[in-house]
């Protein structure tokens, strides 16, 4: 079986794209935050996290909220991505 997932931008691709560097603490931070979103069953703490780390990047406007909803919508995708290989693989096993 093969599954191929990707998603819409990496954060790679949004880092190039808004000609910023994520540091390992704020990929943390985005990571924390995208477990308290999916626990509490709400966006707001990971899109709160992304706008705090947009605007310390010095993204302002249109652009930041473009960054809010790419950083969102990417770590919302790697996440779920990891708890759907964990499914498939504890069925497999």
Aim: glycine residues 6%; hydrophobic residues 40%.
């Amino acid at each position: 079986m093969m599954i191929l997932l990707q998603p819409h931008k990496s954060l790679d691709k949004i880092e190039k794209e808004y000609g910023i560097k994520f540091e390992d603490r704020e990929l943390e931070e985005l990571a924390d935050a995208t477990v308290k979103a999916i626990r509490e069953m709400k966006i707001t703490p990971l899109a709160e996290k992304a706008e705090e780390i947009g605007k310390r990047k010095g993204l302002s406007g249109k652009e930041l909220e473009n960054f809010v909803a790419d950083v969102t919508r990417t770590c919302m995708f790697y996440n779920l991505s990891l708890q759907l290989i964990n499914n498939i693989l504890s069925r497999a096993g």
